[in-house]
């Protein structure tokens, strides 16, 4: 058996180099500006059956969750590193910069990201993580009377998420970022 890590039991040599294998077929999919993920396709570009990819990964989400791993260890390391900085508020300001320009550069990252179901244990444990960083940050905002009393980090989530979906709603304009993310931001600080 070979260890799977963090994301439950472990699986067999072959079932693990399988799995490998989806998950790069997957990712030279997206790479070629294929976003649709389908299975069918994933399977027999990795020369794999079905049935391998649906055990592996049971609907095109679980997959993109898969993907996402990464992206989620991204943030929580910048998340850190913008509590670290001397200004709170400008760490989070930071830090929504960034998690707002990942998820523009990646809509299957987005809708991981946006979901309140998750298929695996492992997307709600970085979910969790991602969470507990911001929540750090925050607080850390909280002490400097920078932000809001009320506003929590799953807050900072699911506006992050609205943000990206407007932008990408009609005509993308690069330059509306910069004010959604300000509108964001100002709206995090104390009333008046």
């Known amino acids: 058996m070979t260890p799977r890590g963090d994301q439950g039991p472990a699986l067999r040599a072959d079932a693990a180099r399988n799995r490998a294998r989806v998950l790069q077929i997957a990712r030279e999919q997206l790479a070629a500006g294929d976003d649709s993920l389908q299975l069918n396709t994933i399977a027999r570009l990795a020369g794999v059956g079905v049935g391998t990819v649906y055990r592996h990964f049971p609907n095109r989400h679980a997959l993109r969750e898969a993907l996402s791993v990464e992206r989620f260890r991204e943030l929580v390391a910048e998340a850190e590193a913008a509590a670290g900085q001397e200004d709170a508020f400008e760490g989070l300001r930071r830090l929504l910069r960034f998690i707002l320009d990942r998820a523009l550069e990646d809509t299957g990252f987005a809708a991981v990201l946006e979901s309140a179901d998750d298929t695996e244990a492992q997307t709600s444990a970085l979910k969790a993580e991602l969470d ?15 932000i809001r009393r009320d506003i929590r980090s799953g807050d900072v989530r699911r506006l992050l998420c609205g943000i990206e979906h407007a932008l990408r709603s009609g005509a993308y304009d690069s330059a509306r970022t910069e004010v959604y993310l300000d509108v964001l931001v100002q709206g995090l600080r104390p009333p008046r």
């Open 132 to 146: 507990r960083s911001v929540a750090h940050l925050l607080d850390r905002a909280r002490l400097t009377g920078a």
